[in-house]
C-alpha cells in the first residue's frame, strides 16, 4: 500500500482511537460515583472496554505512523487541537441521565458503524471491530434497558432523560458527518460511510425513545468541529487530567 | 410449669445449642446461613463482613484518584480493571454480610454515620502516582495475608467469598509491585517518587493488621469461634517478613531502622508501630476520614433519585405481569 494511503488510514485510526479514548475516560469518571455498587461496576467495565479499544485503534496508528510512535505518544502527547475525536464524545459526563443518553445514542450508533466497519478492505480495523462490536452489543444492551427505567421509572427520571436527551441532540449529526479523508477511503473500501447510517440510526432511536415515553427531538441547533480539532473547552481539562503524569514527567517510562 | 422454670429450660437449651456449635466449630465445620449461631456470633461476623465490605467500597476512591491520571494507557486499564475488582469484591461481601439478615441500605447507612467502619489506611492520601504501586504491592499485599487466613474463617458464606477474592488479590498485588519497579528502573524523579511513597504507606500498612494480639479487642471471642484464624501479630509478622525480600530486590528501602534478620527466631524482628498515631488516624485525624464518607454519602445521594426510578420501573413491571 502506498504511503498517501497509509497515512490517511492511520489519521482514520487514530480518530476512532481518540473518540474510544475520550469516552472511555468520562466513563470511567463514574468510578466510586455511581448511584449504586453493581452500576460503578457496569460503568467501569464498559471504560475499560473503551480504553481497550482506543488502544487497540491507536496502536494501529502509530504502526503506520511509524518514527517511534507508539499508543501513549499519540494519547498522551498531543493537545487539544491535535486531538480528532467527535464532540459528543468529551462531553463532561454530567448526571446518571446524561451518561446513559448519551451512552445509548453511541451505542446505537456504533452497533451500525461496527457492523459496516467489519467488512473493511484493512484487516486490522476489520478485526478491531469485529471484536468491538461483541462488546457494544452488550452495552446497548444495557443502555437500552436503562433509557427504558428511567423513562418509564418515576416523573424526576423522565424529566431527567428528556433534558439530558435535549442536551446531546445538537452533538449527534457529528456522527453523521464525512469529510474529505473519509470520502477518500470510503472509496478504497476502507473506511464506513458513515452519512448512510443516519436513518436506520434515527428510527432505532426513535423506537426505544418511544418504549421510553420520551420525545427524541430534531436536531435544531447543531455544534460541529471534532475532527478538525475545533474542541469544547471541555476537552482541555480532560487532557490537563488525563496528561498530568507524562507532562510533568516527560520522557519516562511508566 | 413457673416462669423461673422456663427461664432455666431455656437458657439449658440455649446452653446446649452453644455446646453443639462450639463443636460444630471445633470439628472445622462451615456454619452455614440457616444454622442455629449465638447472637454475638452474628453480631460479631456482620461487624466484620461490614467492616471489610466497606473496605473494598471506600479503597476504591483512592485508586480511582488516580485513573484519569494514569500514566500509559497499560496502567489505565490495568488500574480500572483492579479498581473493578474491588466493586466486586465489595459486593460478594455485602451479599455475604446479607446472609445474616442485615440489608444492604442498613450497611450503607452504617458506613454513612460512622457505626460501621472501614480499613483506616484509606484515610490516607493517594498523592503521586506512585502510591498506585505502593497501595498495590503493600496494602493489597496487607490484605491478602489477612484473607489467604480467612478462607479458613468458620463462616460458610465468607470463607468462600474470600477463596474468590484471593485469586483476584494476587493479581493486584503484582501490579503494584511492577509499577514499583518500573519506577524504580527510572530516573532519579521516578525512584524518588517510589521511596516516597513506600515511606509513606508502610507503616499504614503494618496497623491495617490491628492492635498487638495483647490490646485486641475482639480477638480472643473471634479465634475461639474462628471468624479469625491467626492473630493480628502472627499474620503482620507474616507480611514483613514477604515484605523485606521484595523491597531489597528492587532497591526500595522500608523505613524502619530496627528492622533486621533475627536468626533465632527465624523472622525479621522490626520498630514499634506508632499506636498513637492508629487511634488518632481512626478517630478522625487522617487527611481523608471526612472526604471518604462524604463522596460516598454524596454519590449514594446523587443516585438516590435513579433507585427510585429503577424501583418504580420494577413495580410497574411486576404490575403489568400480575394484571
Not at chain 2, 13 to 26: G, H, N, S, T, V
Not at chain 2, 271 to 277: N, V
Request: hydrophobic share 35%.
Amino acid at each position: 500500500m502506498s504511503n498517501v494511503a497509509n497515512e490517511k488510514i492511520a489519521a482514520y485510526a487514530n480518530r476512532l482511537g481518540d473518540d474510544s479514548l475520550i469516552h472511555g475516560h468520562r466513563l470511567s469518571e463514574w468510578c466510586s460515583n455511581g448511584p449504586f455498587l453493581e452500576e460503578d461496576l457496569a460503568m467501569t467495565n464498559v471504560a475499560l472496554d473503551y480504553i481497550g479499544r482506543a488502544r487497540n485503534f491507536l496502536t494501529y496508528a502509530a504502526e503506520l505512523i511509524g518514527g517511534g510512535a507508539t499508543e501513549d505518544t499519540l494519547a498522551y502527547e498531543r493537545d487539544c487541537l491535535e486531538y480528532t475525536n467527535l464532540l459528543i464524545y468529551e462531553l463532561p459526563k454530567g448526571d446518571f441521565a446524561f451518561t446513559t443518553a448519551r451512552q445509548y445514542l453511541l451505542d446505537e450508533f456504533e452497533l451500525l458503524f461496527l457492523t459496516a466497519l467489519c467488512n473493511s478492505e484493512d484487516s486490522t480495523l476489520a478485526a478491531v471491530a469485529e471484536k468491538s462490536l461483541k462488546e457494544t452489543r452488550y452495552h446497548l444492551r444495557r443502555s437500552k434497558e436503562w433509557m427504558l427505567r428511567l423513562g418509564n421509572g418515576t416523573e424526576e427520571s423522565k424529566e431527567k432523560l428528556q433534558t439530558a436527551v435535549e442536551q446531546l441532540i445538537g452533538y449527534t449529526p457529528e456522527l453523521f458527518e464525512v469529510d474529505a479523508l473519509e470520502k477518500d477511503l470510503i472509496s478504497g473500501g476502507i473506511a464506513v460511510d458513515r452519512a448512510g447510517l443516519e436513518e436506520s440510526w434515527r428510527s432505532a432511536c426513535e423506537k426505544t425513545f418511544d418504549e421510553a415515553g420520551v420525545n427524541m427531538p430534531q436536531a435544531v441547533w447543531r455544534v460541529k468541529g471534532g475532527r478538525t480539532g475545533f474542541h469544547t473547552e471541555h476537552l482541555g481539562h480532560l487532557l490537563a487530567d488525563m496528561q498530568f503524569v507524562q507532562r510533568a514527567y516527560p520522557g519516562c517510562q511508566w | 410449669m413457673n416462669m423461673s422454670t422456663m427461664n432455666l429450660n431455656r437458657s439449658q437449651d440455649e446452653a446446649e445449642l452453644e455446646a453443639e456449635f462450639q463443636r460444630r466449630i471445633d470439628n472445622e465445620e462451615k456454619i452455614e446461613p440457616k444454622d442455629w449461631m449465638p447472637e454475638a456470633y452474628r453480631k460479631n461476623l456482620i461487624r466484620q463482613i461490614s467492616q471489610h465490605a466497606h473496605s473494598e467500597v471506600i479503597g476504591m476512591q483512592p485508586e480511582g484518584n488516580w485513573i484519569t491520571r494514569a500514566p500509559s494507557l497499560h496502567r489505565k486499564a490495568v488500574l480500572l480493571a483492579k479498581v473493578q475488582d474491588e466493586a466486586g469484591h465489595g459486593l460478594y461481601l455485602y451479599s455475604a454480610a446479607e446472609t445474616l439478615g442485615i440489608s444492604r441500605e442498613e450497611l450503607i447507612d452504617a458506613l454513612h454515620t460512622g457505626a460501621a467502619k472501614y480499613a483506616s489506611i484509606f484515610n490516607y492520601p493517594s498523592l503521586s502516582w506512585a502510591d498506585m504501586g505502593a497501595i498495590g504491592w503493600l496494602v493489597d499485599g496487607a490484605a491478602i495475608v489477612n484473607q489467604v487466613s480467612l478462607q479458613r474463617t468458620s463462616y460458610g458464606p465468607y470463607a468462600r467469598g474470600m477463596v474468590r477474592i484471593c485469586k483476584e488479590e494476587s493479581f493486584h498485588q503484582r501490579q503494584g509491585y511492577h509499577i514499583l519497579m518500573t519506577l524504580m528502573e527510572g530516573d532519579e524523579r521516578q525512584r524518588k517518587m517510589a521511596q516516597d511513597a513506600v515511606n509513606r504507606f508502610w507503616w499504614p500498612s503494618l496497623m491495617m493488621f490491628g492492635p498487638h494480639d495483647s490490646d485486641s479487642e475482639h480477638s480472643g471471642q473471634s479465634m475461639t469461634w474462628k471468624i479469625k484464624r491467626q492473630s493480628n501479630d502472627e499474620l503482620r509478622q507474616k507480611f514483613v517478613d514477604q515484605s523485606v525480600e521484595q523491597a531489597e530486590a528492587i532497591g526500595l528501602t522500608l523505613p524502619d531502622p530496627d528492622l533486621r534478620w533475627n536468626e533465632e527466631r527465624g523472622h525479621y524482628d522490626f520498630g514499634e508501630i506508632d499506636w498513637d498515631e492508629f487511634y488518632s488516624v481512626i478517630a478522625g485525624n487522617g487527611h481523608c476520614n471526612r472526604d471518604r464518607v462524604a463522596h460516598h454519602r454524596r454519590a449514594h445521594d446523587e443516585g438516590a433519585w435513579v433507585r427510585e426510578a429503577l424501583d418504580a420501573y420494577e413495580n410497574k413491571r411486576a404490575a403489568a405481569r400480575t394484571a
